[in-house]
T-cell receptor
Framework: DAGVIQSPRHEVTEMGQEVTLRCKPI?????LFWYRQTMMRGLELLIY????????DSGMPEDRFSAKMPNASFSTLKIQPSEPRDSAVYFC???????????FGPGTRLLVL | AQSVTQLGSHVSVSEGALVLLRCNYS??????LFWYVQYPNQGLQLLLK??????LVKGINGFEAEFKKSETSFHLTKPSAHMSDAAEYFC????????????FGAGTRLAVHP
């Protein structure tokens, strides 16, 4: 079975532009997580979906960030407008239940100039 | 609130030597504990996890960890390091109730020298 798929793998954009990151969870998994990894703050949970419904978005840094999960096989994380401090690696992870192991995608490396 | 402390942001060992990566946790409820490994430019891969039962947990690639409640520790070990073990290792904790919100440690970068 394919793992978690993320696109793009790398994104370079200019400050003020809209950025959309995409994630396809493992088929059959009903929990999806978005994380951000930076040198300064390490790995942080941004948002958690269960059965396509956002359950915990307390980690979303500000209103510039939004996430959607329109169906069980697709999720997006959008930053609008982007800022240089948003530069990070963004990971998507999925699991088959809220107590089960999370499987991570390869990440999207975002650089905002 | 839960938290994880990984002692040593960088650990260097010789090939064939013992690997010991330290992790201490704080949790007011019975914890679930995890070790993940991250190779350069890749996502995190689960090495092993402890939920309940046997406190010595064996994982992939010859790694194991022991849950010690009295010491609030979950140290990761491997008897003999291999060059391919060079990576960053993350300890994480979640609670046995509610959803599995993982709280990660800062990570330990393991270097293996010939």
């Amino acid at each position: 079975d394919a793992g978690v798929i993320q696109s793009p793998r790398h994104e370079v954009t200019e400050m003020g532009q809209e950025v959309t990151l995409r994630c396809k969870p493992i088929s059959g998994h009903n929990s999806l997580f978005w994380y951000r990894q930076t040198m300064m703050r390490g790995l942080e949970l941004l948002i958690y979906f269960n059965n396509n419904v956002p359950i915990d978005d307390s980690g979303m840094p500000e209103d510039r960030f939004s996430a959607k999960m329109p169906n069980a096989s697709f999720s997006t994380l959008k930053i609008q407008p982007s800022e240089p401090r948003d530069s990070a690696v963004y990971f998507c992870a999925s699991s088959s239940g809220h107590q089960e192991t999370q499987y991570f995608g390869p990440g999207t490396r975002l650089l905002v100039l | 609130a839960q938290s994880v402390t990984q002692l040593g942001s960088h650990v260097s060992v010789s090939e064939g030597a013992l690997v010991l990566l330290r992790c201490n946790y704080s949790s007011s409820v019975p914890p679930y504990l995890f070790w993940y490994v991250q190779y350069p430019n890749q996502g995190l891969q689960l090495l092993l996890k402890y939920t309940t039962g046997a406190t010595l947990v064996k994982g992939i690639n010859g790694f194991e960890a022991e849950f010690k409640k009295s010491e609030t520790s979950f140290h990761l070990t491997k008897p003999s390091a291999h060059m391919s073990d060079a990576a960053e290792y993350f300890c994480a904790v979640t609670s046995s109730g509610g959803y599995n919100k993982l709280i990660f440690g800062a990570g330990t970068r393991l270097a293996v020298h010939p």
